[in-house]
């Protein structure tokens, strides 16, 4: 008999969980976003950066109690998939992507996934946000993606510039991974600084992605005794390495990238060898940031135990999907729609002190708004930290 | 041209120390163990954990990413291998559950230590310079020679040991080293246990040096797979030549090589598919295995 009692008990409990669960779920829709991007291998950290401040943000949203647009509340969900910087894995997570019916992507991460997907994203009513450089993305005919971060080719001039007019460079060397991100970067670069009037001495040298020694890499690159040393497109994983080996070799001239870089791991892979590396920051340096950033900040470390300072970008893809549709509802399954509100849209930077707006950004580099507006922020390490080097606007 | 020398010797003594543990499974069970490079890369956030988290000295890293990485290689060896060995004499049934273990470990990384690069602060300072003909930091010699006094302890183990005896005999004939009394599950055991020690041990020398992170399993299992490939697959000495031989050939194409763009690797598969389709067996390895 008490048996009896304890099943019905138990029965009636679960029953009762489960329609409280069902009422609960059923309180908001549930608005799907995605990411494609590599979030293992050497590269594991950009992807993970972006992975992960999605899932920080949209936790906190569905938190707070879901995100309003139009008459409708919504529980962010975000839908991740590792291409491992692989165009074919890439193209397939597109298609996972549509398949789920989503229509907003954040990713890839790299050049040749992006461009791989680029079909697919077309033909399915999908915008994606790469962090890719090829302008042939964000070109006319193309209309689908939008880069979310400033392009080595904005950046890197405007580094060169400084440099030259501030440090006195007049011989660059450069170095990349043989990849066709870093490599269409040091192209990109050497162009850059030619046109600057520089001169170019080492371009050539390459390195596998792979490598752990880089001394006998750097060794043919620094007998050209270079001003600048730069390290085209470099990973979070290489750089420290890289540092290091070219102080050890004797290098003193000035080394910098055009890639966000993560201070903790610069200090644990290169210590003291890593005061005075240039790197392009994240847009929210401590003094640009604002208490909701500080929060981001805090919350993506409880979630995740230690903060990526590439998310300092990354924060923002995401939030202007979501407040691009909320600033016309019918954007929500209509990306037509989207790429219309793209022209006029404007709102507050909600991550920046002051009067910094969220706009779409590009039509100097593009010949349309295909970029998102963060702040150019070049940075300078010194003693375990990022100290701002100099800001500057794209467009 | 010293300095190419100099590279490759230095090169070459981490590479030997990756491909013995690897050659070590091999001769003993005959099992292709690709989850070597993550045990590797584990080694090394073990190391970084004790270090860099909590302060430790670089010694009890290193112990400390020995042991675990013992301990984790019997309990692979105890729980996994043995049971398929057992009840599956198709080669490629260790070889997927191999690389199922290294998928395994990475996501296990990834969860216990994140996706960052790590490294730990420089164990020695300063760099020795002979006039720009030879330039080395001295913690790169420091790890040089302590790659090559357990490369030497090893060898020594494996000769005058009871335990490396009996791992010996049984690399030379399962069968027969059975009969004579050996006792098989044990020493494979101890074996494998072994070969992820000096994963782990590697792995924990050079955080120090070259940092670690999570996507490097895959390309140092590669590696070592080549070395094994040049040496003879199974021979220890072959294991130490393949080591150096591939260190050496690094050093001289990244340095010579090196305006034609990144071919290094290029040519050095180029040389072994030729030397392969000459001596299938490496260097050191006999034709029959």
């Not at chain 1, 890289?242 to 200090?267: F, H, M, N, P």
């Amino acid at each position: 008999m008490r048996r009896r009692i304890l099943l019905k008990s138990v029965a009636a409990g679960l029953l009762s969980l489960g329609l409280f669960s069902s009422a609960a779920m059923a309180a908001n829709e549930t608005l799907k976003i995605g990411f494609v991007g590599v979030t293992s291998g050497p590269a594991a950290s950009w992807g993970i950066s972006n992975q992960r401040s999605m899932e920080t943000r949209a936790a906190w949203i569905n938190e707070t109690g879901g995100f309003k647009i139009g008459d409708k509340t919504y529980d962010i969900e975000i839908v991740a998939f590792d291409d491992q910087k692989d165009p074919k894995r890439a193209i397939a997570g597109m298609e996972k992507m549509a398949q789920e019916g989503i229509h907003y992507v954040v990713g890839p991460n790299v050049d040749d996934g992006a461009a791989a997907v680029r079909p697919v994203a077309e033909q399915n009513g999908i915008m994606y946000f790469p962090y890719a450089f090829p302008q042939s993305l964000y070109t006319a005919p193309a209309s689908n993606a939008v880069l979310g971060m400033v392009a080595n080719y904005q950046s890197g001039p405007a580094i060169y510039k400084y440099l030259k007019a501030e440090k006195g460079v007049k011989k660059v060397a450069f170095i990349a991974a043989n990849e066709s991100d870093p490599l269409s970067q040091r192209d990109g670069g050497v162009k850059a600084a030619k046109d600057l009037g520089l001169e170019v001495v080492s371009d050539s040298v390459t390195y596998q992605v792979d490598t752990t020694d880089f001394m006998p890499v750097l060794l043919p690159v620094l007998r050209t005794r270079p001003d600048l040393l730069v390290l085209s497109g470099v990973s979070p994983a290489n750089a420290p390495q890289l540092i290091r080996s070219a102080r050890e070799a004797g290098y003193e001239g000035i080394i910098s990238t055009e890639t966000a870089q993560d201070a903790q791991v610069l200090k644990e892979g290169a210590g003291k060898l890593a005061n005075g590396f240039i790197s392009v920051g994240g847009a929210s340096t401590p003094e640009m940031a604002s208490d909701m950033m500080r929060e981001f900040v805090e919350r993506y470390t409880k979630m995740f135990g230690e903060y990526n300072d590439e998310s300092n970008t990354k924060v923002y893809a995401l939030e202007y999907i979501l407040e691009t549709i909320k600033a016309d509802p019918a954007g929500i399954t209509d990306v037509e729609v989207f790429k219309k509100t793209m022209d006029t849209f404007e709102v507050a930077n909600p991550y920046m002190n002051g009067d910094a707006k969220m706009k779409y950004v590009g039509t100097s580099s593009f010949g349309q708004k295909r970029q998102v507006a963060v702040p150019l922020v070049v940075n300078v390490y010194e003693d375990g930290e990022f100290k701002t080097l100099f800001v500057a606007e794209v467009d | 041209m010293e300095q190419i020398l100099v590279n490759g010797l230095y090169l070459g003594a981490q590479y030997a120390l990756i491909a013995l543990g690897l050659t070590l499974i091999f001769s003993l069970m005959n099992v292709l163990n690709f989850a070597h490079g993550q045990m590797y890369v584990f080694g090394g956030f073990v190391t970084y954990t004790v270090v860099a988290q909590l302060g430790l000295p670089f010694i009890v890293g290193l112990l400390l990413s020995a042991v675990v990485l013992g301990v984790m290689g019997a309990l692979i060896e105890k729980f996994l291998f043995r049971p398929v060995i057992a009840r599956s004499k198709r080669e490629e049934s260790t070889m997927l559950l191999a690389a199922g273990i290294a998928f395994f470990l990475d996501a296990v990384i990834l969860l216990l230590f994140g996706e960052k690069q790590r490294g730990i602060p420089k164990i020695v300072d300063g760099v020795f310079n002979w006039d720009f003909r030879i330039v080395i930091p001295y913690d790169r010699i420091l790890i040089f020679v302590l790659a090559i006094s357990a490369i030497v302890a090893f060898i020594m183990y494996m000769q005058y040991s009871k335990t490396g005896r009996a791992m010996r005999a049984l690399a030379q004939d399962r069968v027969a080293a059975e009969l004579m009394g050996v006792d098989v599950k044990y020493y494979s055991m101890i074996g494998f246990a072994l070969g992820a020690m000096l994963a782990g041990l590697v792995g924990g020398l050079l955080v120090s040096i070259t940092g670690i992170n999570l996507g490097m399993g895959g390309p140092a299992s590669i590696k070592a797979f080549m070395m094994i490939m040049i040496g003879g697959a199974g021979v220890i000495s072959g294991a130490i030549a393949g080591g150096f031989i591939l260190g050496m050939m690094e050093s001289v194409g990244l340095t010579l090589l090196a305006v034609y763009g990144d071919i290094t690797y290029l040519v050095i598969f180029v040389m072994l598919m030729i030397f392969l389709s000459i001596r299938p067996q490496g260097l050191m390895g006999k034709p029959w295995g």
